[in-house]
């Protein structure tokens, strides 16, 4: 699997398919012609050694067989057919794409190798049916379409099949095929059932979208192909690749097989060139320069030491101290004995305290006290097998192998804990008002607060909301203690335990209770009664992407903090506009006027009352004096009368209507309006009567007049605004006079 790792020999099974396909009879042979009469089926590896460097084998303790077969390739041979697409595992699914676009599937290969045109139809079914599969599975398992990682993935696949599917027939085809996969998989795989609206929504969401960036980007690349071949070239600039990837969201690997399919290439290097610069750009104000060095340093440090130096037992479950010793020592940038008053390094020990980043909870922070030194312990996170922490040395020398006293900062496990616990209230409680299709998809804990992304494709009502934070808080007030336990993956998950898609679990997992609202793997640090949460309080909700929600919350001491802080600031509001609903009227009933009651009513009065200003700003010009000092102009050959109309108004509302009101009153011609601004700022409006708009157009002024005097803008043929750099009247009289 690398460079170094767990392995051993292997022993792989082969499938004779018989001579009709493959003409050489023998296997080794055969293989190396590529011939498909002998497909392996199964493999097996007698794990026997870890390899720690290229060439060094060490025994394993436990020495295993690795073994795995594939099942398309098992059914192929149970059910006569070299191909796997021939079998019932996909059949199904193409069988579902031919009826929705019409299309023919056809098999035989001797047709398929003579025309072009079917064997791309068949080429199409086939594609759509792996891709669809493999997309049902993703997103039953927690994936979404996402720009990185594992959702990137799902997203590319998705966006190939929707691309080969728009070949077949401008129909939707990809969510009736996942439907088609739950129906004919789903009997085996439960998740495929239990999430099926889920997974077909999440399909039919992203096939809308990239739908119209298919069809923008393909158009745009259509283009670029008829230039290419007019010139006689035979290869898609790097610059246009990446153009369409960064500017259109048109997938490069697309634009790379919309090539091919034309005879063509791409500037693969070009376009990783261009990749590249955008990335350090945006990475050009990012500050953690130095990050990548001591990354390495970590790992080269923890690979030296393995086999060395113990594995580190965790004791934070039960402590918050422990009396340990320094087993390794290393600075930011290499191993070392000792580090001095000042130093910044890595610690690690025996036994630990300290939790280690993972699962979304940060590492914890403390202090150390050794034979010679004191100091901080900034972080902790983990290496393999290792706890490491990172450590500030305040005073004298640390040194290795010296003892060593750790302390966690009691308060702040106390918060993380807490806000980690109402992570999990919170995630079964959304199970419950949103429906089970939610899924983790990333969190964070630490002292101050809690962030939790689920999936979910649309987002929380305030009355959904309301229902989660009851649902969660009164599972706290009912005092449960927290239950943990250790018990092999399956059994836990069998038992009801959550698990989340990607996460590792060992032989052993831990199971988190609380009553029986919640049930989950965790192995992070928790309250040990739900009381001990004191409160939750929801934040926020928003979205992170395509079919992710994110919520932020407080709990503890937090989040009675702030909810006291936001009560008292409702109490002086209240006070302040007089909204005095005595203080019991809370215990039986809202109160008669809420605040966003008050609120809107105000902001209904101060709507109307602006229009009123606007009316008066307005009647206050003298529209019809303006309209009988028109002007004899020629604007493009045409005859006009024109109207300058220098104003000291900012408002573009009360500037519009004062210039339909000298429009009114001129009948015909044309209104140039400018307003008061700032610097470089100057409101510019340009009327037209209707029936000089087939000859004079108002957003051509407003072009010419910007180009001549500075500014910008545009508009239609009876009206256009934008802005001049200065206000100077005398210089737009001179520009009509000119012209």
């Keep these: 699997m690398g460079d170094t790792g767990p392995c051993g020999p292997c022993s792989e099974i082969f ?9 050489i009879a023998d296997p080794f042979q055969g293989i190396v012609a590529g011939e498909d009469r002998f497909v392996e089926i199964w493999n097996l590896v007698f794990m026997q050694f ?17 073994t795995g077969s594939g099942l398309e390739r098992v059914v192929a041979a149970l059910q006569g057919t070299n191909n796997n697409y021939n079998t019932d595992l996909f059949r199904p699914l193409i069988e579902t794409a031919c009826k929705i676009s019409g299309a023919d599937y056809v098999t035989d290969q001797n047709i398929l190798s003579t025309n072009p045109k079917i064997n791309e139809v068949t080429s199409a079914l086939r594609v759509l049916a792996d891709h669809s599969r493999a997309a049902g599975f993703l997103i039953a398992d927690g994936a979404l379409p996402s720009n990185e990682g594992r959702g990137y993935v799902l997203r590319r696949i998705m966006r190939r099949a929707i691309r080969y599917g728009r070949k077949l027939s401008d129909n939707s085809i990809l969510p009736a095929m996942a439907d088609s996969l739950v129906q004919s998989m789903g009997g ?29 980007g393909t158009e745009i690349l259509s283009q670029e192909i008829q230039k290419i071949r007019s010139k006689g070239q035979k290869e898609i600039a790097g610059d246009v690749v990446f153009k369409l990837y960064d500017t259109y969201g048109f997938p490069a690997d697309l634009t790379q097989l919309i090539a091919a399919e034309q005879g063509l290439t791409i500037d693969e290097k070009n376009f990783d060139l261009e990749l590249d610069r955008a990335r350090e750009k945006s990475k ?15 790992i080269k440090w923890v690979q030296d030491i393995s086999g060395k130096v113990p594995a580190t037992e965790f004791t934070g479950y039960e402590h918050v101290s422990d009396k340990t010793v320094v087993s390794a020592l290393s600075s930011e940038s290499a191993s070392v004995d000792s580090l001095n008053e000042g130093d910044m390094g890595f610690i690690i020990t025996p036994k630990t305290c300290f939790y280690a980043e993972s699962g979304g909870q940060v590492g914890d922070i403390g202090h150390f006290t050794s034979t010679n030194a004191t100091g901080e312990v900034l972080n902790c996170f983990k290496q393999k097998d290792y706890h490491i922490h990172h450590v500030l040395v305040k005073r004298g020398t640390l040194k290795k192998n010296e003892p060593v006293e750790l302390v966690v900062h009691n308060q702040d496990r106390r918060n993380t804990a807490a806000n980690h616990s109402a992570t999990h209230l919170l995630h079964a409680a959304l199970r419950k008002v949103l429906g089970t299709h939610v ?6 804990v630490d002292a101050t607060r809690l962030r939790f992304d689920f999936t979910h494709s649309q987002p929380v009502t305030p009355a959904q909301m309301r229902e989660i934070e009851t649902l969660v808080n009164s599972e706290i007030s009912k005092a449960n203690q927290v239950k943990t336990e250790l018990m092999a993956p399956e059994t836990a998950i069998k038992a009801g335990a959550m698990a989340l898609f990607g996460e590792k679990y060992g032989d052993t997992v831990r199971v988190l209770t609380m009553g029986d609202f919640s049930v989950e793997l965790c192995g992070g640090t928790h309250v040990s009664n739900t009381s001990q949460i004191r409160m939750v309080k929801v934040v926020s909700e928003t979205g992170v992407s395509s079919g992710v929600r994110r919520i932020e919350a407080v709990a503890g001491d937090r989040a009675v903090d702030f909810a006291f802080h936001a009560l008292q600031e409702d109490q002086l509001a209240r006070s302040t506009m007089g909204l005095t609903n005595p203080w019991t009227s809370f215990l039986q009933k809202e109160p008669e006027t809420t605040l966003q009651q008050w609120v809107e009513s105000k902001r209904e009065e101060i709507k109307n009352l602006e229009k009123e200003i606007r009316k008066a700003k307005s009647g206050a010009i003298d529209t019809a004096g303006l309209a009988a000092s028109a002007m004899d102009v020629n604007i493009g050959g045409q005859g006009a009368k024109l109207v300058i109309a220098d104003l000291s108004i900012d408002d573009r509302e009360v500037l519009s209507q004062t210039m339909d009101q000298i429009k009114a009153a001129l009948k015909s011609g044309v209104v140039v309006c400018i307003g008061d601004g700032s610097a470089d700022n100057y409101p510019l409006l340009i009327g037209v009567t209707s029936d000089l708009t087939s000859k004079i157009k108002a957003g051509q002024i407003l072009k010419d007049l910007t180009a001549a005097l500075g500014g910008k803008g545009g508009g239609r043929p009876e009206f256009a605004q934008g802005a001049l750099t200065k206000k100077d009247p005398a210089a737009v009289r001179s520009f009509f006079s000119k012209n």
Aim: aromatic share 6%; net charge negative; hydrophobic share 25%.
């Design 15 to 23: 499938y004779d398919h018989g001579p009709g396909a493959g003409k």
């Design 50 to 66: 870890y390899e720690s460097a290229p060439g060094v084998l060490q025994p394993l303790p436990k020495p295993s067989v690795d």
């Design 188 to 216: 085996t795989y439960k998740e495929l059932q239990t999430r099926r609206e889920h997974i077909l929504k999440t399909i039919r969401e992203e096939e809308s979208r990239f739908l119209q960036t298919l069809d923008q």
């Design 284 to 298: 050009a104000s990012w500050k953690g320069a130095g990050t990548d060095q001591v990354q390495t340093q970590m």
């Design 439 to 444: 899924s983790q998809a990333g969190s964070l």
